[in-house]
């Protein structure tokens, strides 16, 4: 199971730091052999890649429209890994989704994760 929470209502230029804590196996794989990722969907929106790790955290990649505002990282000893998102904007607000991949590197395409959480809701206002 994965469960995302850390979400919440923030105004713009805020910052949150979402955590995903794994428990058992993450769709076959343990969480610390297993690709990390988030993605965010807003309302009538596709859902969209946001960051990756791989599975010793030493590899890391984030959409190129987020990097320097947001970086994601793990702690494979917590069986968790987080999102930490700085100068929020209002279109920043979605659903974040943590997943796992069906690998230990990094996937940057949702096809290639195989493993879901439910997600939790950033709202960012001006």
């Known amino acids: 199971q994965l469960q995302a929470s850390g979400g919440g209502l923030v105004q713009a230029g805020g910052s949150l730091r979402l955590s995903c804590a794994a428990s058992g196996r993450t769709g076959g794989r343990s969480f610390s052999n297993s690709g990390m990722g988030w993605f965010r969907q807003a309302p009538g929106k596709e859902r969209e890649f946001v960051a990756a790790?791989?599975?010793?955290?030493?590899?890391?990649t984030e959409s190129d429209s987020l990097k320097g505002r947001f970086t994601i990282s793990r702690d494979n000893v917590a069986n968790t890994v987080y999102l930490q998102m700085n100068s929020l904007k209002p279109e920043d607000t979605a659903r974040y989704y943590c997943?796992?991949?069906?690998?230990?590197?990094?996937?940057?395409?949702?096809?290639?994760?195989?493993?879901w959480g439910q997600g939790t809701l950033v709202t960012v206002s001006s």
């Open positions: 997943a796992a991949a069906r690998g230990p590197t990094i996937e940057t395409s949702v096809d290639l994760y195989n493993y």
């Open positions: 790790i791989n599975w010793n955290g030493r590899e890391t």
